[in-house]
């Protein structure tokens, strides 16, 4: 399409560039303007155009194709309102190639590509609520959970005081030194109660009352044996001579410097009984004027004359 531009078109008659039609002036000398075929070839193609972009055939004999066209061709393009504008991420999904258990995800702007989708997933993500998806995977529920089997959890520092799950390698570890054994529990589990009982008698001295603790003792038999009747920390009972014993330590004390405590029950007719710990032979010169050590202590009988006792009772106090 273009404006008229033969010689005698007006000119800038729609503004600049502009041109017009003028009907002439007879009393000026004003020829009208001259029509030429290139104005009337484009005026025909421009609406000629219009009209088979319609789909519609050129009539002669019809004066509304032009209408006609522009109604349908309005109508059409009021279709497309309300839809999708172009995006750059729907011409990336629109690049994938669909393939069977593939989900697409989004790897940087506006780049897609597809990873494996299992029937598991799908199952998985199809649940309406975390508690369906830990009922599905046969799992534990969050709150007040059940577990099976041996479960494991990380082991806290030996300072936790907190809301942290104590693992049996956290009370082992507090327990150290605190029983006989180094794995009591391993006893108490294949012992179960009476081991339990007995665990509270295998307890060696608490930290910080060390002194104020028996830190070995023993009830022994001096005339059948010496047989041990109960004790701890005692490993053995040697009867050195008649009514003599050495009582020894199943571990050594830290010092010398323990309490020896002795008690003894008399045989019939022996008279008044004394039990205490041996003399050392070279005294206090010695530097120790008794019969003891950091393994064990010496103890004997005596009344009037030295015999063997029925019930013999050594107590230690300290010596850690």
Not at 32 to 53: G, H, K, M, N, Y
Not at 135 to 143: N, R
Not at 194 to 209: D, F, T
Request: net charge negative; proline share 5%; hydrophobic share 35%.
């Amino acid at each position: 399409m273009h404006r008229i531009d033969t010689a005698t078109a007006q000119q800038d008659k729609f503004g600049a560039g502009k041109n017009g039609f003028t009907g002439g002036n007879p009393q000026t000398g004003e020829l009208p303007t001259e029509l030429d075929e290139d104005f009337f070839d484009a005026v025909q193609e421009e609406i000629s155009r219009v009209i088979e972009a319609a789909n519609i055939q050129l009539d002669k004999d019809e004066y509304g194709q032009l209408l006609n066209a522009l109604n349908q061709l309005f109508a059409k393009s009021d279709s497309l309102n309300n839809k999708q504008n172009k995006s750059d991420n729907l011409t990336a999904f629109s690049d994938l190639t669909g393939t069977a258990d593939k989900l697409p995800y989004f790897t940087a702007a506006k780049a897609l590509t597809l990873t494996s989708l299992t029937s598991v997933g799908r199952s998985l993500i199809g649940q309406n609520s975390t508690n369906d998806m830990l009922t599905y995977l046969s799992a534990a529920p969050l709150a007040a959970p059940v577990f099976t089997g041996t479960p494991k959890a990380p082991t806290p520092a030996g300072t936790a005081n907190d809301a942290q799950i104590a693992t049996t390698a956290f009370v082992q570890a507090l327990l150290t030194g605190y029983l006989k054994s180094g794995n009591y529990f391993a006893e108490i589990s294949s012992q179960g109660s009476i081991a339990q009982a007995n665990s509270r008698a295998s307890l060696v001295a608490p930290k910080g009352i060390d002194k104020q603790m028996c830190t070995a003792w023993v009830n022994f038999d001096g005339v059948s044996g010496p047989i041990i009747r109960d004790s701890h920390n005692i490993s053995s009972v040697t009867r050195l001579q008649q009514g003599r014993y050495q009582i020894n330590f199943a571990t050594p004390m830290s010092n010398s410097t323990y309490l020896p405590l002795t008690g003894a029950a008399d045989q019939p007719g022996t008279g008044s009984l004394v039990f205490t710990v041996a003399l050392d032979s070279n005294g206090p010169a010695n530097g120790n004027p008794i019969k003891k050590d950091i393994n064990g202590v010496i103890v004997q009988s005596k009344a009037g004359a030295i015999y063997d006792v029925v019930q013999g009772y050594v107590a230690i106090l300290g010596g850690v």
